[in-house]
């Protein structure tokens, strides 16, 4: 059964940093792109990142662009977002999605997702 677990929320100052993780399991990890998505209370779900695992090829949201940084350990099938320079509007539940990544392509924050984690809490005060 494939499964991704995030984790590494949790209530931080604003300008501080936070790493979160999501542990993929049950499925060929090469083979997919992983994305960040965030929702935050009232707004709708925004994709900030994703990494392609078959060429490393990175996107990253203008939200957050310069401040997040994804990165892929193949080896133990886990992505992180390191997530620095937070502001309270950086507060939301993020979470992790994977689809399959084609040879000619790279990850999107736009493609339909094959797997779903189920989130984790970032708050970051004022």
């Known amino acids: 059964e494939a499964q991704l677990v995030e984790s590494g929320g949790t209530l931080v100052q604003a300008g501080g940093s936070l790493r979160l993780s999501c542990a993929a399991s049950g499925f060929t990890f090469d083979d997919y792109g992983i994305v960040w998505f965030r929702q935050a209370p009232g707004k709708e779900r925004e994709g900030i990142s994703c990494?392609?695992?078959?060429?490393?090829?990175?996107y990253y949201a203008d939200s957050v662009k310069g401040r997040f940084t994804i990165s892929s350990n193949n080896a133990k099938n886990t992505v992180y977002l390191q997530m620095n320079s937070l502001k309270p509007e950086d507060t939301a539940v993020y979470s992790c999605?994977?689809?399959?990544?084609?040879?000619?392509?790279?990850?999107?924050?736009?493609?339909?997702?094959?797997?779903w984690g189920k989130g984790t809490l970032v708050t970051v005060s004022s």
């Open positions: 990494i392609s695992n078959r060429d490393g090829s990175t």
């Open positions: 999605a994977a689809h399959f990544v084609l040879l000619e392509y790279g990850c999107s924050i736009l493609y339909e997702m094959d797997y």
